[in-house]
């Protein structure tokens, strides 16, 4: 039967099952779905099934399959978050209505709220994809408050981890660009997102909705090629599948998961020389010592990059810019490089600095 629907509400089965025979696919989300959730629950240990927490739901079989596995293991204090974008015009409004009637018969509590993230966009003049990433996080981060909960559930899987190291990949990201999604960030206003799917196949999820026999709402916009992320889903994913022969999402998550550990040891290193060399000023400068010059690249890189967001001055900084960054240690290094949003990184008198334009006399 097909799964998905564009128009009225039509779930045929509640999600917390007790399932006569259970398939491998569905065993499998579950299993990796439960082993990921011990992992947050270690890192967190405010995180209970029982307590408020904030998962969100776009009516999408992604969100909906996230939903409806988390109830089966028993998380009850889970609160439905819904933004209506109001960029398909009814549809939009359709899929609000899908999320509130779930909710409603699952018997949980269920925020919803209507931006126009077109006028926004319009009005900032910004992109649309970076218009509604920053209404969501408003919105998550409100609700977040109004519940009294610092953690929000959201159902990046696999496939979708693929397609954002690849993304990164081809604009010549550094290792920290190859780990791609994290399965815990925290926003700086303190918002802590959990992404307990990751390890999860979009063909587990497909089967899991099989088996379950869910009902969700398909985004119309997900198949347009105007959208670079749908490219590569649609597009470039696939011809590389067909090219290799072999499925090259789990051999991209794969080499994420290994980034993400070498990083991470790289990163605990970069700060414990930091620490060490007295480098991060209190009047937020970087301090330049000699031992800093003789860094090794890959942890000067990183002591930057530490430094950039201890300051808050990270906004657009990438490979590029950290290269030119650690070029201005050397003793003749440049003293100024240009950073985005006008913002230069100088030098001056064995220091560290980003002056903005406003600072200029």
């Not at 925020?111 to 970076?130: C, F, H």
């Amino acid at each position: 039967m097909v799964s998905k629907r564009t128009g009225a509400f039509c779930f045929l089965k509640p999600c917390a099952l007790t399932l006569v025979r259970k398939g491998l696919d569905e065993v499998s989300l579950l299993t990796e779905l439960q082993s990921a959730l011990e992992k947050l629950r270690a890192q967190h240990t405010d995180l209970t099934p029982e307590a408020p927490v904030l998962i969100g739901v776009s009516g999408g079989r992604d969100s909906v399959v996230l939903l409806c596995a988390m109830v089966s293991l028993g998380w009850k204090g889970l609160v439905v978050g819904h933004l209506n974008h109001a960029l398909r015009g009814r549809e939009s409004g359709q899929d609000a209505a899908f999320v509130k009637r779930l909710t409603t018969r699952l018997g949980m509590r269920c925020e919803t709220r209507k931006v126009e993230v077109q006028r926004v966009a319009a009005q900032r003049k910004i992109s649309l994809e970076l218009a509604a990433r920053e209404v969501r996080e408003k919105f998550f981060e409100s609700l977040a408050s109004m519940v009294e909960t610092r953690f929000l559930f959201l159902a990046h899987h696999a496939d979708d981890q693929a397609e954002t190291i690849l993304g990164n990949l081809c604009r010549g990201t550094a290792l920290r660009g190859m780990r791609g999604i994290n399965l815990s960030a925290e926003t700086g206003r303190g918002l802590v997102k959990l992404r307990p799917l990751l390890n999860v196949t979009r063909v587990e999820i497909d089967a899991y909705v099989e088996e379950n026999k869910l009902i969700y709402r398909e985004d119309g916009s997900n198949a347009l090629g105007s959208f670079r992320r749908n490219r590569l889903r649609n597009e470039v994913l696939p011809l590389l599948n067909e090219v290799l022969d072999r499925d090259v999402s789990t051999m991209l998550v794969r080499a994420g998961a290994a980034a993400s550990r070498d990083d991470e040891f790289l990163h605990g290193q970069a700060m414990e020389f930091a620490e060490e060399e007295g480098l991060l000023l209190a009047d937020g400068g970087l301090k330049i010592t000699t031992r800093l010059q003789k860094l090794h690249g890959a942890l000067l890189s990183r002591v930057i990059d530490i430094w950039l967001r201890h300051i808050d001055q990270a906004r657009g900084i990438g490979n590029h810019e950290l290269e030119s960054a650690m070029s201005m240690i050397k003793p003749d290094g440049p003293a100024k490089i240009n950073l985005p949003g006008d913002r230069w990184l100088r030098r001056k008198a064995k220091r560290l600095f980003v002056e903005h334009l406003i600072d200029q006399p």
